[in-house]
Nanobody
Framework: QLQAFGGGLVQPGGSLRLSCSGS????????MTWFRQAPGKEREWVSC????????YYADSVKGRFTISKDNAKNTVDLQLTNLTLEDTATYYC???????????????WGQGTLVTVSS
């Protein structure tokens, strides 16, 4: 079971820190992935971190602005969002699988997302 939290209303250029906690799995043996879905758009892949190696991957649209990190002991993954733009407005979801897949069909458990609204 996964739960994402930390969303909110932020001005353009601002920052937020999202967190994802899960149970029923050991993060060290999995990869945690963040997706986001803007109103009226398809869910898109954002970032992923491997639980064992810590290797990270980012979509081009967020590279250099978002940072993903993990805490295996707590089974949590954070996503630091900086220099936010209006285009980052979306509901952010975390999900987990054995590898860093980028297609939504590879995941079954999405949990409840957290809404990030970037507005002036």
């Amino acid at each position: 079971q996964l739960q994402a939290f930390g969303g909110g209303l932020v001005q353009p250029g601002g920052s937020l820190r999202l967190s994802c906690s899960g149970s029923g799995f050991v993060l060290e043996h999995y990869a945690m992935t963040w997706f986001r879905q803007a109103p009226g758009k398809e869910r898109e892949w954002v970032s992923c971190i491997r639980g064992n190696s810590g290797a990270t991957y980012y979509a081009d649209s967020v590279k250099g602005r978002f940072t993903i990190s993990k805490d295996n002991a707590k089974n949590t993954v954070d996503l630091q969002l900086t220099n936010l733009t209006l285009e980052d407005t979306a509901t952010y979801y975390c999900t987990v699988e054995r590898a860093c897949y980028r297609d939504t069909e590879s995941f079954d458990d999405w949990g409840q997302g957290t809404l990030v609204t970037v507005s002036s």
